[in-house]
């Protein structure tokens, strides 16, 4: 598996960030109400990446060399792919949380201000998200001294 690449996460934010402009447009012009601020994934996004650094930590500690406990490399594996999940939705998630947010800001000339600035904290937690994936990918890379991984000469 090849590490997120910072090309990736600019596409993968766009995308969300157009995405998410279009709806709004689209679903205010229907006469239909805006979403509100998404306090439950704002807090599943926190935990998430909470449980995330929690499953990486005993990967980075072996990386780093105390070998005292040998690591489940399925579930290595597993946290690297859930990681790497993690850096891609934040990505999009950031893009369309930043979306919702400039709408709020544009349209009706400011009157939603406030709206916008709760729709920030969706931004930052989709980041933290984000950040915390591409963190924990990095735990999850083998050493370059290590031969287990390499294909045979």
């Known amino acids: 598996m090849k590490q997120t690449t910072?090309?990736?996460?600019?596409?993968?934010?766009?995308v969300g960030l157009l995405a998410s402009l279009a709806?709004?447009?689209?679903?205010?012009?229907?006469?239909?109400?805006?979403?509100?601020l998404p306090w439950p994934a704002i807090l599943g996004m926190i935990v998430l990446s909470l449980?995330?650094?929690?499953?990486g930590w005993p990967i980075k500690k072996w990386n780093d060399?105390?070998?005292s406990r040998d690591i489940d490399h399925v579930a290595a594996a597993r946290t690297a792919m859930l990681a790497k999940a993690a850096s891609l939705t934040g990505s999009l998630l950031t893009g369309w949380y930043l979306g919702a947010a400039?709408?709020?800001?544009?349209?009706a000339g400011g009157v939603r201000a406030s709206a916008a600035l709760g729709m920030l904290l969706a931004?930052?937690?989709?980041?933290?998200?984000m950040i915390v994936g591409l963190i924990v990918e990095s735990y999850c890379t083998l050493p370059p001294d290590d031969t287990a991984g390499a294909d045979p000469a």
């Open 6 to 14: 910072s090309t990736q996460l600019f596409s993968w934010g766009f």
């Open 23 to 36: 709806f709004h447009y689209v679903w205010e012009s229907l006469g239909q109400a805006l979403p509100g």
């Open 51 to 55: 449980v995330l650094l929690v499953l």
């Open 65 to 67: 060399g105390d070998r």
């Open 102 to 107: 400039a709408y709020l800001f544009i349209s």
């Open 123 to 129: 931004v930052a937690a989709s980041a933290i998200l």
